[in-house]
């Protein structure tokens, strides 16, 4: 895993850990939620996944995740997220 260069890169890996084994598939926010926890992602507060997906507001992953590779989700609705095929650590390098 990269080295944190911001607290936004740290929660990216994570999020790129947990969701591994849901390439392709849609989940719900409380999905993703219980999916991060169970893979030991706290505390829950941090668990945004429309912060790793297009159109997000964080200021980090404006610049990283919004509409590029590192996005995580493809933004289906409220609350419903496809996790994407191909997912990126913060290095750049495929997961």
């Known amino acids: 895993m990269a080295d944190v260069i911001h607290p936004g890169v740290d929660y990216h890996c994570l999020f790129v850990r947990a969701m591994s084994p849901y390439r392709g598939q849609t989940l719900t926010t409380g999905q993703i939620t219980n999916?991060?926890?169970?893979?030991?992602?706290?505390?829950?507060g941090v668990i945004l996944p429309n912060d790793h997906a297009d159109g997000n507001a964080n200021p980090w992953c404006e610049m990283q995740c919004?509409?590029?590779?590192?996005?995580?989700?493809?933004?289906?609705?409220?609350?419903?997220?496809?996790?994407?095929?191909?997912?990126?650590w913060c290095d750049g390098s495929v997961a």
């Open 66 to 88: 919004d509409n590029s590779d590192y996005q995580i989700f493809d933004r289906l609705g409220r609350g419903r997220y496809r996790v994407r095929p191909i997912l990126y």
């Open 35 to 44: 999916i991060c926890i169970a893979s030991g992602f706290r505390p829950k």
